[in-house]
């Protein structure tokens, strides 16, 4: 965790910090989520959330003794949820993207996932438009891979197919109606690769981390006239950061830095 500590040396706040913060005690803040991306965001059996993104949410608002709602949306309504005032923050794991940054505003970075492509083992393919020609290429509704893979390969002879969630491009990918995924690599890595139903897959090439399409990495999604809210949750982030907070989640759900990931 040594780059990560590093990372926030420069803004080092203790708990105490947030004492000249806004007084967020007991009032409610509502967050959106697409559980559905695992293992940042996901349900367990008996239908309760958890994941990375989650616990991470929850420790910010401990921080702020808040009383932290959870408000479902798909991916693709995330933006528009937002802005609705359905929820006052999109706390499932979104890239930061000029493009985005043109409506929404965020926080500071709160993790790294570059996208990888996702193959059947022993197809060759590589996410390059010379291999994917005339290929099925699966990414969810709003992401920051559909942008991509739009732009880049889908103006030139790629089939690049949306889907509302990412379950149901593993579900084609599986069945065949799918060449290939393309999605975060730890979500890959964890929600698909890791499973029984992607035991036939595997990663192509290199990660795509192109900053047009993918950002910096993510942070929580606000309101641009919510400025207050956005600083007193970058100083709850640093406060966690810096106490240990984030490391301990960290650890929970991966065996590297999320924080730097590449």
């Known amino acids: 965790m040594n780059k990560m500590i590093a990372a926030v040396s420069l803004v080092f706040l203790t708990a105490s910090s947030l004492a000249g913060a806004a007084d967020w005690s007991g009032k409610v803040l509502r967050l959106g989520i697409d559980p559905t991306y695992p293992p940042l965001e ?3 059996n008996d239908g309760s959330l958890t994941g990375f993104g989650v ?10 003794k808040a009383h932290c709602v959870w408000v479902e949306s798909s991916w693709d309504g995330m933006i528009p949820g937002l802005l609705a005032r359905k929820f006052d923050a999109v706390a499932s794991s979104m890239t930061v993207t000029p493009k985005r940054q043109e409506q929404i505003a965020f926080t500071d970075k709160v993790s790294n996932a570059p996208a990888r492509l996702v193959v059947k083992r ?15 290429i699966g990414v969810e509704q709003g992401s920051t891979q559909e942008a991509f893979a739009k732009a880049v390969w889908g103006t030139k002879g790629v089939d690049v197919l949306s889907y509302q969630n990412q379950d149901q491009v593993y579900a084609d990918l599986v069945v065949g109606r799918l060449d290939a995924s393309l999605q975060g690599a730890i979500q890959a890595s964890y929600g698909f690769l890791g499973t029984a139903a992607g035991k036939d897959y595997e990663f192509a090439g290199a990660t795509l981390d192109d900053p047009a399409f993918f950002g910096v ?9 919510d400025v207050e809210l956005r600083e007193d949750l970058n100083k709850a982030l640093a406060t966690i950061l810096a106490n240990g907070t984030y490391a301990r989640i960290n650890k929970k759900y991966f065996d590297f830095d999320v924080y730097g990931a590449k």
């Open 42 to 44: 996901y349900k367990n």
């Open 122 to 136: 022993g197809s060759g393919l590589l996410p390059t438009l010379e291999s994917l020609k005339g290929k099925r």
């Open 217 to 225: 990495g993510d942070g929580i999604g606000l309101r641009k006239s």
């Open 55 to 64: 616990d991470i949410a929850e420790a910010l608002c401990a921080e702020l």
